[in-house]
């Protein structure tokens, strides 16, 4: 088979924390990564909302010539995961898509045996209503798990706000409480925030994104019909692109440029100007 | 033409603080109110994903009963109000769609023509991106109109946050330097937030509610053709109904008892039990 890119998708720019662990990890890997920012946020929507915009996402992954897709974002992997291998794996094994609940909860699961004590999980209000993430830590070994929902932190750090007063409060407020041993972001966002967890928190907090990328590592090496591309990341987002280059910066770490812009059309998304209109729209 | 209860829409609870106003100045007629808080917040949205929204909560107070809606939201009323104008009026004026813009610019200009000085507009970023209540004032005087978005307003008031240190602070962030001698709160959310808009400015603070709920007894005393029926209000939600029942009663002014839930189901918004599936969600 032909060397191919890596997609990685999430419903926004959190996910870039994700895309720098894995750029660490396989520093020559070509990566296209697909922020679906003009419908983000994604954790406050209903589960088949959340597929039905899961699916348009991949499917444009595999347009640019993507045959792995990581599933970067929390809430996607936790709902619908299982429904994209299940469309997408093909039966020749000439896709994949992987996600990041399995590999956290493998992670906290590791920390809670050596250390003891409750896991809690901080994401968004979708990822706890689905219990994955308890249900994948339960299957590794009989843990105590607990699961906080903070809806509005992910559209605060959207907003740039991650270094102000009202991130620590907002942060502070969430945990208020939270008895645990070991607190895991189980949003890509909240690494950002990742300070002010810490000094709301006297117990250690977790981001899972290097421990995804060393995940993605190890199933390259037991899959070598997934040959990887190299060259420089490609970008594409359903928001505004300008934007996207912008605020996107902080979450790699290093510059976005050359962001595309892609739109819905017909149920599929596709290369587009984007047209922001002004004034009334009115629509045959 | 048979007497109809009066259908009031936005995009969540916001709406909630319109109603209020609305069963203040009508106390006998009968509304009914349909939350879209499944699919909130639009504020962010491309247009075109809001039109489609608007269609189907529209099409649902239609099919309830209602011959006249109000548009309670500011971002729906400021990019969508003519295209549903022109989809559901229809040739005999059997039906009828309200917005909010217009009388919020009416009551601005009136303020800044009595009083001077330069209108400030606080509203979502799609309202502001839209322009529409700037080209509205224009219309009716020269005035000087600045518009600033504050996105994270509404998940915060949503989240019910409102009497938070990091609601003042959040409001105080986004007025900085705002030098206008009015200001108008142009999202359903925000008078829940009028103490802290309050707090941060030195010039008054509008709702435009009350004045939306006179313009609408004038409309109808105008328009007898359009008689309205006698009745509690009913409440239609796309997200939990229960927290719709909780959170509500603090945007109403009132209890709110009752709520029918309403799905997404082929295009059109149906009454349907409410579903959170818990783990993955696989799809045929």
Redesign the interface.
């Known amino acids: 088979m032909n060397r191919a890119p890596i997609g990685v998708y999430d419903s926004g720019f959190g996910g870039l924390t994700v895309l720098r662990e894995l750029r660490r990890a396989l520093p020559d890997a070509e990566f296209v990564y697909l922020g679906d920012a ?3 946020p994604y954790g ?6 959340i ?1 039905g915009l899961a699916e348009q996402c991949v499917e444009r992954l595999f347009s640019e010539g993507c045959r792995v897709v990581v599933v970067a974002c929390h809430t996607v992997s ?6 994209l291998q ?1 469309r997408y794996a093909g039966p020749q094994r000439e896709r994949a898509v992987l996600g990041v609940t399995i590999p956290a909860a493998e992670l906290a699961v590791e920390h809670a045996s050596t250390r003891g004590g409750r896991i809690a999980l901080v994401a968004t209000a979708r990822t706890v ?4 993430f308890t ?1 994948e830590c339960h299957k590794l070994a009989p843990v105590e798990v607990i699961e906080r929902a903070a ?2 932190l992910a ?2 750090v959207e ?1 740039g ?1 991650e270094d ?3 991130a620590h ?2 942060v502070r ?1 969430y945990v208020a409480g939270l008895d645990a041993s070991v607190v895991v972001l189980g949003c890509t966002h909240f690494p950002l925030l990742r300070g002010a967890f810490e000094a709301a928190l006297d117990c250690p907090v977790l981001d899972p994104a290097p421990f995804v990328a060393g995940r993605l590592v190890d199933w390259l090496a037991r899959h070598p019909e997934f040959s990887v591309s190299e060259g420089p990341p490609r970008f594409l987002s359903t928001g505004d692109p300008d934007a996207f280059a912008a605020h996107g910066s902080r979450f790699l770490g290093a510059p976005v440029a050359g962001v595309q812009h892609v ?1 819905e059309t017909a149920g599929r998304l596709e290369p587009a100007a984007r047209v ?8 045959a």
């Open positions: 003009g419908r983000a406050g929507r209903d589960a088949e909302v597929l936790s709902v619908a995961l299982r429904h299940a209503a689905s219990g994955t249900t809806p509005l559209p605060l907003e706000w102000t007063d009202i409060l907002a407020r739109a922001v209109p002004r004034g009334q729209v009115v629509r």
